[in-house]
């Protein structure tokens, strides 16, 4: 007798969220209208802005991430390098000639530019040094826990643990993990 054919296992697609592009095309949007305004107040403002936030632009086609917290501390970065500069264009004379000096300077380049890298600095060291703080709090909680239970079994005793006197209570060691696979309560046994 053949074999019964398997039958096929159905395709499974991840969606989406919801809201997951929905703030990447907000924010697209806003930088759109504001390049509109500044392109009818001021080119020269605009051209300033463009070249000077190139970093940022590569850091949204680099960060594939669904939070692109790596766009997020390059723009901020590299924004508060532009500022600046944008600032004396505004305040000065406005024209094109100074934008184009400001681009060519290669000290308000590596102002721009240097802020953007510090961005991704602070991208790529921020997430050890807050898993480290946690880390140590975490065990800083765990030992408080500990002694207080240790003061409360030496003043009640080790009756109130509700275990056997036989099995021996080592408040050090960690609970081991349960040996074999998880399954869920109810589930069917499977059948060979």
């Not at 790596?70 to 024209?95: I, K, R």
């Not at 000639?97 to 600095?121: E, P, Q, R």
């Not at 765990?142 to 005793?157: P, S």
């Amino acid at each position: 007798m053949a074999k019964p054919r398997p039958r096929p296992r159905p395709v499974i697609v991840k969606k989406k969220p919801v809201g997951a592009s929905g703030g990447l095309m907000l924010l697209g949007f806003i930088a759109l209208f504001a390049a509109m305004i500044l392109l009818l107040v001021s080119m020269a403002s605009l051209v300033l802005v463009v070249f000077g936030m190139l970093p940022t632009f590569v850091a949204l086609l680099i960060d594939r991430s669904a939070q692109r917290f790596a766009f997020y501390s390059v723009l901020a970065m590299n924004f508060a390098g532009v500022f600046p500069f944008l600032l004396d264009l505004w305040m000065g004379s406005n024209s094109m000639s100074m934008a184009v000096d400001s681009l060519t300077d290669v000290f308000s380049l590596f102002t721009m530019y240097g802020c953007a890298a510090l961005g991704w600095i602070f991208y790529i060291i921020t997430p050890p040094i807050v898993t480290t703080a946690m880390t140590f709090i975490a065990q800083r909680r765990v030992a408080i826990l500990r002694a207080r239970q240790k003061k409360l079994l030496a003043e009640w005793g080790e009756e109130v643990t509700g275990e056997s006197a036989s099995v021996p209570h080592d408040m050090d060691e960690e609970p081991a993990a349960p040996s074999g696979e998880p399954k869920a309560p109810g589930a069917a046994k499977s059948r060979k």
